[in-house]
């Protein structure tokens, strides 16, 4: 029988610690994993018109890299409440420091349903954090720790739309709770789309054959000059290991996700309504589904509709149109023109805020 080849969010893939299982001859921590019933397919190829192919390579090396970003990497474990072979259960994940107020960034996956949220810094010592803010849309998280500003180096994110296939990266994290491992590749590809928690597309994410495996989760991808320019997230796997198939959400997603977390708690983003696909015969993005009640659907949006055009600029791809929308805000008012039957059309469409 033929494997099956599973994507996977990373700390649903592994790194659940079934811990603190404490009796009268003492503690036991195991390594427990998950059934594949908590897999699901998270990447697709998308066609992004004008991307770079070319390589930069040049930079630090490996060990400079590390020696420069591993004081602002950080170990978080998780505890998501009671275990079912008693004590408590934890997860671990990765991150890295934000900014000197203590700020940490993760995956949103790796504190979801989470009790309490230890972070353990580059000099071993942990201390515990509170959540600011997730956002399951784009699978990112802001954390706050309550440590000396002496101990906190915060990283600094590069521009992912700089980024070009080609180009040497590292990743640093915790797999399977070894802290500060560091692992090194190239940017494989670049406009993956990945599927967020809440199951919408998180676009140009970048693909890398950095190993990344369970507990990397949140993570910085770093480019050669140890700046970071992704968070690993999810990988492609056939054996539920890395296979050098991994995925990061973009530093520029981060970088808008974090300021709107770390301001008011929450993320908003403009919302259509709709179920995207690439148009098969020509530029545009086709309409899949429309979801009742939104404002598509007020608008008199129809499966088969094809978007051609949103606010006069011209749109070519499904995942352009996203990245158009994502670009507004809830409420905001835009032109859109869509083909149906031979015929243009152009109808104005008030932006909703998108649902959990």
């Known amino acids: 029988m033929d494997a099956v080849r599973q994507r996977i969010t990373l700390p649903l893939l592994g790194a659940l610690l079934a811990g603190a299982c404490i009796g009268a001859g003492g503690g036991a921590a195991t390594y427990a994993a998950l059934s594949s019933g908590n897999s699901r397919t998270v990447v697709h190829q998308v066609t992004v018109p004008d991307s770079q ?22 170990k978080i474990t998780v505890s998501t409440g009671a275990s079912p072979l008693g004590g408590s259960s934890q997860a671990q994940g990765s991150g890295f420091v ?11 996956h790796v504190v979801d349903g989470a009790q309490s949220v230890s972070v353990q810094l580059w000099n071993g010592k942990s201390y515990t954090a509170h959540v600011v803010g997730t956002d399951a849309s784009t699978d990112i998280a802001v954390l706050k720790v309550d440590a000396p500003s002496s101990q906190l180096f915060p990283l600094t994110l590069a521009d992912s739309s700089k980024v070009a296939v080609g180009d040497s990266v590292v990743a640093i994290g915790s797999p399977f709770g070894l802290q500060e491992t560091v692992t090194s590749g190239i940017v494989s590809a670049l406009h ?17 054959d950095a190993a990344i495996n369970h507990g990397n ?10 700046k970071v320019i992704g968070v690993t997230s999810q990988i492609e ?44 015969s020509s530029n545009g993005a086709a309409i899949s589904q429309v979801r009742s009640a939104t404002p598509a659907a007020k608008a008199g949006l129809k499966a088969g509709d094809v978007i051609t055009a949103l606010g006069g600029k011209s749109i070519s791809t499904a995942s352009q149109l996203r990245a158009a929308i994502n670009a507004r805000r809830p409420g905001d008012s835009v032109s859109l023109t869509y083909r149906r039957g031979g015929q243009s059309h152009t109808v104005t469409v008030k932006l909703a805020s998108r649902p959990a």
Do not use: C, W
């Open 53 to 74: 192919p070319a390589a930069n390579t040049s930079g630090l090396s490996v060990h400079s890299i590390y020696e420069l970003a591993r004081k602002g990497v950080v």
């Open 98 to 108: 934000y900014d000197s107020d203590g700020h940490v960034i993760t995956n949103q």
């Open 192 to 208: 993956r789309e990945m599927t967020s928690p809440n199951n919408f597309a998180i676009d140009d994410s970048i693909q890398t």
């Open 217 to 226: 989760s949140g993570g910085p991808l770093l480019n050669a000059q140890g």
């Open 237 to 280: 796997s056939d054996s539920g290991g890395s296979d050098g198939v991994g995925f990061a959400v973009p530093s520029d997603t981060i970088r808008s996700i974090a300021a709107q977390l770390i301001s008011s708690g929450k993320a908003e983003h403009a919302f259509l309504g709709v179920v995207l696909r690439d148009a098969s």
